[in-house]
């Protein structure tokens, strides 16, 4: 299943507008990353997720696949739960900066899942 939305962040907080295309339903994650990454915006952003019913609780970057990151030109995040549910967000950035990031961190669905 997957979705589109904005994203940005600065420092090394982050915070994730999405829309879902099945069910449509509007969804917001926040978040911290471990390292300081300096001010950066995607207004074009896919999200790749398995089911809308883990769109839920927390989820951790995962650090078992290839690197997640901010920059210059793009961004690619990938994350999981404790219960092994994944999702990815994956776009371009709406003006560069001046390095790639890589990153590791946290965040929490402020809104998600079905009611």
Same mark, same amino acid.
């Given at each position: 299943?997957?979705?589109?939305?904005?994203m940005s962040g600065?420092?090394?907080?982050?915070?994730?507008?999405?829309?879902?295309?099945?069910?449509?339903?509007?969804?917001?994650?926040?978040?911290?990353?471990?390292?300081?990454?300096?001010?950066?915006?995607?207004?074009?952003?896919?999200?790749?997720?398995?089911?809308?019913?883990?769109?839920?609780?927390?989820?951790? +970057?995962?650090?078992?696949?290839?690197? %997640?990151?901010?920059?210059?030109? $793009?961004l690619r995040l990938?994350? *999981?739960?404790? !219960? &092994?549910?994944?999702?990815? +967000?994956?776009?371009?950035?709406?003006? %560069?900066?001046?390095?790639?990031? $890589?990153?590791?961190?946290?965040? *929490?669905?402020? !809104? &998600?899942?079905?009611?």
């Amino acid at each position: 299943m997957s979705g589109t939305g904005e994203m940005s962040g600065a420092g090394n907080n982050f915070d994730c507008h999405l829309k879902l295309l099945e069910p449509e339903r509007s969804v917001e994650f926040r978040g911290n990353f471990d390292q300081n990454v300096e001010k950066w915006e995607s207004d074009n952003i896919w999200f790749k997720y398995d089911n809308v019913h883990d769109l839920v609780g927390a989820y951790v +970057i995962d650090t078992e696949g290839s690197p %997640s990151y901010i920059g210059a030109d $793009d961004l690619r995040l990938s994350f *999981t739960n404790q !219960e &092994g549910a994944q999702f990815e +967000i994956i776009g371009s950035l709406k003006d %560069s900066i001046s390095e790639r990031t $890589d990153v590791t961190g946290l965040g *929490t669905w402020i !809104e &998600g899942g079905l009611d």
